[in-house]
């Protein structure tokens, strides 16, 4: 038999509050909104996800952004702010039982955000940034690497280097798409292997992959109808988890509502993810 060129790397266990993911973990999901509308919102979606997760077994992590400060416009609808925020995202958490993740943008946000999450997340366009880096892996909490658009796989040693300076091995690496030209993104499922030689678990971001910079007057578009696809190739690639932005309704969403996969969609997308993942296996 011919050797396999891309034999299936080992890669560490990390945990976060009761997910594992990595170490030969079940595939788990992140999901939830772009970016915290309102309290009630995120209750209602956090809580329909949570009952979704105990129906099908999912490991469940739940994201949203409590401050989206990389938007194309100054008049983008941004989130509730860092203090009332978190408030939301602890109630969230509390209430259901869920794993936190939330991306953070500044190294003033990390002390606060990590009282609260369980994961914190360095943004793609943020991650050369030294000193947040640096800052996040200080904090102790799991830090989810999101690879820039601008960045080759193997690049992103750097940028593992500078978190694990602090002695953090908690360390998740999420591929969200590269830059192809103007306004658009494309997903080079090679990007998983080779994230994977790290030794770390891999993240699929199904809709952020999806987004099309700038491609409106005043924002950003895309088109949530490849995301199925997308989300099943990743799973047959080699992923750990995967990565979805929803909403109940993908049209009323203030922001990234073109890339967002509709709530609907959530269960029968995961269980055939799952069987591809359970069929790997």
């Known amino acids: 038999m011919a050797r396999n060129p891309f034999p299936k790397q080992r ?11 990595g170490g030969g973990a079940p ?13 009630e919102m995120a209750l209602d979606l956090a809580g329909r996800l949570a009952r979704l997760a105990k129906r099908e077994g999912i490991p469940l992590i739940f994201k949203a952004s409590y401050d989206k400060a990389n938007r194309s416009s100054i008049k983008s609808f941004r989130g509730p702010g860092l203090a009332r925020g ?10 259901f039982g869920l794993p936190i993740l939330v991306d953070v943008h500044q190294v003033a946000e990390v002390g606060p955000a990590a009282e609260v999450a369980d994961i914190l997340q360095l943004p793609a366009f943020l991650c050369r940034q030294t000193d947040l880096a ?10 989810n690497i999101k690879k820039g658009q601008f960045l080759a796989p193997w690049d992103m040693r750097h940028v593992i280097e500078k978190v694990e300076s602090t002695g953090n091995r908690k360390i998740l690496l999420t591929e969200r798409g590269v830059s192809f030209g103007y306004n658009n ?18 993240v699929f971001d199904a ?11 005043e924002g950003t578009g895309g088109d949530s109808r490849w995301a199925p696809y997308l989300s099943r190739a990743a799973v047959a690639t080699g ?10 309704n993908p049209e009323e969403a203030k922001s990234d509502k073109d890339n967002t996969l509709p709530l609907e969609l959530v269960g029968p997308l995961w269980r055939q993810c799952r069987s591809v993942d359970e069929l790997l296996r």
Do not use: N
Request: one cysteine or more; a positive charge; hydrophobic letters at 45%.
């Open 207 to 217: 809709t952020h992959s999806l987004q099309l910079p700038g491609g409106k007057a």
């Open 86 to 95: 978190l408030e939301i995202l602890a109630e969230v958490k509390e209430r």
């Open 239 to 248: 992923c750990d988890a995967l990565f979805w932005e929803t909403h109940p």
């Open 134 to 143: 640096v800052a996040l892996g200080e904090s102790g909490r799991v830090v």
């Open 185 to 202: 993104l494309v997903a080079d499922f090679r990007s998983l292997l080779a994230l994977r030689q790290f030794g770390y678990p891999v």
């Open 11 to 21: 890669v560490k266990t990390v945990r976060a509050g009761g997910v594992r993911l």
């Open 27 to 39: 595939l788990a999901l992140m999901a939830g909104p772009c970016v915290i509308e309102s309290r």
